[in-house]
């Protein structure tokens, strides 16, 4: 199993920009889907979170300015990120848990993308 992360770039402060993960692979289904970044000497932090039934959660300081969203039948998760601040200056790396039958037995393993730079420009 791979997530793929992208859509990454350079962009002026109060600019957009939209993130997408695309799992691939041999699984049965992909559970939750999450969006995470880290920036520079700081710890990674958990950005957004989607359930497959479509349960969202956002941390505070993307509230009102970051969507996110999935696609089951593409088994990819998007995030698109309105009125961009320096502050969200980071790697944003997606993970999501996934069904995968081992030894004739559903089980759920955890995935991370490959993350993708996202820089905003004051």
């Known amino acids: 199993v791979q997530l793929q992360a992208s859509g990454g770039g350079l962009v002026q402060a109060g600019g957009s920009l939209r993130l997408s993960c695309a799992a691939s692979?041999?699984?049965?289904?992909?559970?939750?889907m999450e969006w995470y970044r880290q920036a520079p000497g700081k710890q990674r932090e958990l950005v957004a979170r989607i359930t497959v039934g479509g349960n969202i959660a956002y941390t505070d300081s993307v509230k009102g300015r970051f969507t996110i969203s999935r696609d089951n039948a593409k088994n990819t998760m998007y995030l698109q990120m309105n009125n961009l601040r320096p502050e969200d200056t980071s790697v944003y790396y997606c993970?999501?848990?996934?069904?995968?039958?081992?030894?004739?037995?559903?089980?759920?393993?955890?995935?991370w993308g490959q993350g993708t730079q996202v820089t905003v420009s004051s």
């Open positions: 993970h999501a848990n996934v069904n995968v039958v081992n030894m004739g037995y559903p089980t759920l393993f955890s995935y």
């Open positions: 692979g041999r699984f049965s289904s992909v559970d939750v």
